[in-house]
Each structure stands twice: as structure tokens, then as C-alpha cells.
């Protein structure tokens, strides 16, 4: 089954960068989608950014130009680099499938601090 391990969260000022990391197994890492969700207390979950098979980048407005998703298919990981962070990203991050698959890891807490 999907099993997925987020790490690298932690407590920054604002202005500050962290990077994501997600080691995922349980599939076919390369003929997936992979993506960045978060989930700030009493909202949704929310898709951040995603990368396609071929490569190819998106992102949610928010975080447009500040946020760098990328991913090592040897090492079947996928990386979330954040700079110039800002406490409304204060959030759970998670990576998963895009579309997302039941077995959501455990998640890692970024707090960003004003």
C-alpha cells in the first residue's frame, strides 16, 4: 500500500526557508503525480503544489513564486522547497498521489512565526 514520510517541518521566522522532503513507497513512483497538500488548523486540507510525470509544475496562487516542488525519482523522493515564508503558511504538510490516495503519512508541522 502507499506509504509516505514527510520530514524537514520545524519553527522559522517569517522571511525564513525550510525544505520538504517525502519519501514515498507502496507504488510505481515514477508513473505518478506527486504533490504538496497542507492543512492549517479548522480549514480543508488544501493542494500546494504538484509536479507531473513529465515534470511539469503548478501552484496554488498563494504560494506562486515562493514555493519550489521538485522530486529525485531514484531516491523516490519528492522535495518541497519553501522561502520567504509567511505565517499564513503556518500549516500540516503532506505529500500524497495527485489525485491523492488513502494512506496519508503523518504529516510535518511548519510554523512560521511573525
Known amino acids: 500500500q502507499v506509504q509516505l514520510v514527510e520530514s524537514g517541518g520545524g519553527l522559522v521566522q517569517a522571511g525564513g526557508s525550510l525544505r520538504l522532503s517525502c519519501v514515498a513507497s507502496?507504488?510505481?513512483?515514477?508513473?505518478?503525480?506527486m504533490a504538496w497538500y497542507r492543512q492549517a488548523p479548522g480549514n480543508q486540507r488544501e493542494l500546494v503544489a504538484s509536479?507531473?510525470?513529465?515534470?511539469?509544475?503548478t501552484y496554488a496562487d498563494s504560494v506562486k513564486g515562493r514555493f519550489t516542488i521538485s522530486r529525485d525519482i531514484a531516491k523516490r523522493t519528492v522535495y518541497l522547497q519553501m522561502n520567504s515564508l509567511k505565517p499564513e503558511d503556518t500549516a500540516v504538510y503532506y505529500c500524497?498521489?495527485?489525485?491523492?490516495?488513502?494512506?496519508w503519512g503523518q504529516g510535518t508541522q511548519v510554523t512560521v512565526s511573525s
Open positions: 507502496g507504488f510505481i513512483f515514477s508513473f505518478n503525480a
Open positions: 500524497n498521489l495527485l489525485p491523492s490516495k488513502p494512506g
Open positions: 509536479i507531473t510525470i513529465s515534470g511539469t509544475t
